[in-house]
């Protein structure tokens, strides 16, 4: 009695004698052909190949090739030098730092996580909720606060960013129960419906004439052109900022 071998196929479990492998002949395994297949594919491909010569790989050429591609990988493995764990040197990662920040002109000493966002610290550490967090990517314009004198997006600078800087906020515009003139402006003109969007172009339109007072329509439209109003209500906010310019 030859040695056999197990296999598996479609589910099936059958034993097949070593010497029937071996052999060219094709074999029946109880109506499936398994490893006969290798048989019948070398036999098509020696009819092509008397035909057109070597046309392509066999299966059990390609299988050999395999062996010799992987044995060189496990090689290459070997040779690459192995960092030893013990010795590299240690990098430790920022985790947390201390800041000092002036916001709405008082100074904060913050100790900040290195992944934080300034808006993040601004509503969540310190209370400022006027600053509105939408899309969280500099896609909406809604987080703008100034920072140095120019409009920034709060969701994509980091806190340590904001070390030794002055930034402002939407609250520090009012003075108590009185307004200031640009949200003045935007009341009269009614430039916001929802008003989500109202703090952001606030903080742009005020970084826009703090430096340019009697900005342009074309100049108003390129300084608000960051800040997204879903409401669309773009006509009566550049009418709005454009009043003001206009009596600067
Ligand atoms: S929340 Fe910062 S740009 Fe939208
Ligand atoms: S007023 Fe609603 S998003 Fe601008």
Known sequence: MPPARRFVSLGRDFELPISVKDTDQPANLNGMEGVA???KEDASISREEKQFGKLRPSRRDFLKGM????AAAAMATVVVPQL???TAPLVKGIREAVIVTEINGKKYRLAVKSHWTLLDVLRREIGLTGTKKTCDRSSCGACTVIMDGKAVFACS???VEADQR???TIEALSEGETLHPIQAAFIREDAYQCGFCTPGMIMSTKALLDSNPRASMAEIKEALSGNICRCAAYPKITKAVLSLAQKA
């Open 67 to 70: 062996g010799v591609s992987t």
């Open 84 to 86: 030893e764990a013990e």
């Open 166 to 168: 002055k930034i402002t």
């Open 37 to 39: 297949m290798d048989k």
């Open 157 to 159: 600078l980091l806190a």
